[in-house]
C-alpha cells in the first residue's frame, strides 16, 4: 500500500506534475480549507471523475487529468475515505495513487490550523 506522508504532501506546490484529490464533502472543505493544490472531488464521485475524457476533466477541476502513471494523491479528514480513494484508483489502473494516511487532522495540526 501506498502512502503519501506529511513532507510529500508539504512539497506538492514544487511538483505541478503531481496532483492532490481532497475526497472529503464540499460542505466539509468549506468549513475547514484545503491543503494547498487540491481539488475537491468528492468521495461518491471519484470513479466517475477519473474516467471522463481528459477536456471534461479540466473543464471541471480546472486540472489536467492524470494519466494512469500521475502520482496521484488522496486525502480527506482521517485517511479512511482516502484510502477507499486510493483503492478506487488502482483498480482503475492509476499505478501511483497514494493514500495521505494524516489527510486534513495531520495537517492541520502541523500547520497550526
Known sequence: MSIATYEEVLDLPNHPEKLLIDVRGVDEVASTGAIPTAINIPLPTVERALQLPADEFKAKYGRDKPTPETEVIFSCKLGGRAQTATNTALGLGFTNAKNY????????AKQGK
Open 101 to 108: 494516511k494524516g489527510s486534513w487532522t495531520e495537517w492541520a
